[in-house]
C-alpha cells in the first residue's frame, strides 16, 4: 500500500510562489520591516513600558473622543428641548395675557350672573382715635 503525500499545485498566479511569501501589501510591509529581527533572540521586554504607555495613552485618547461625542449629542437633545419649552411658554403667556383682560373677564363671568360696575370705587379713610 501507498503512503498519502501532500501534493503542492503549481499557482496560477505568478507573483504568488511558495518562496516569496506573497505579493500583497501586508507581505511587503513585512519585508520592509523586517519585524523577525527584532524577534530573534526573544520578545525585546526593554520597550515594554513604552509600548503599554503608548497603549494607554491611545485608550485615554478613544475614551475621550467618545466621550465628547455622547456629550455633545446629549446638548443637541437638550437645546432641541429647551426650543420646544420656550415656544410653549410663549404661546402659554400670550392665552393668559388675552384671557386676564378686562373685557375677556367680564365676558366669561357674565355666565355665572355677575355684570361689571358701571360706578367707580370710593376709597374708606378713617381717621386716628376713629376706630
Known amino acids: 500500500m501507498s503512503e498519502n503525500k501532500f501534493k503542492i499545485r503549481p499557482s496560477k498566479n505568478p507573483s504568488v510562489t511558495a ?12 519585508r520592509g520591516i523586517k519585524l523577525e529581527t527584532y524577534f530573534e533572540e526573544g520578545f525585546p521586554v526593554q520597550y515594554l513600558p ?8 491611545g485608550i485615554l485618547y ?9 456629550t455633545v449629542r446629549g446638548i443637541n437633545a437638550i437645546q432641541a428641548e429647551v426650543e420646544d419649552l420656550r415656544a410653549d411658554y410663549t404661546t402659554l403667556k400670550a392665552d393668559l395675557m388675552f384671557a ?15 355684570e361689571e360696575s358701571l360706578t367707580p370705587p370710593y376709597k374708606i379713610v378713617v381717621r386716628d382715635g376713629e376706630y
Do not use: C, M, P, W
Open 19 to 30: 518562496g516569496n511569501g506573497g505579493g500583497g501589501l501586508f507581505a511587503a510591509l513585512e
Open 50 to 57: 513604552k509600548i503599554l504607555f503608548v497603549l494607554a495613552l
Open 62 to 70: 478613544i475614551s475621550n473622543t467618545h466621550y465628547a461625542e455622547k
Open 100 to 114: 386676564s383682560k378686562q373685557s375677556e373677564v367680564a365676558r366669561k363671568v357674565k355666565d355665572h350672573g355677575l
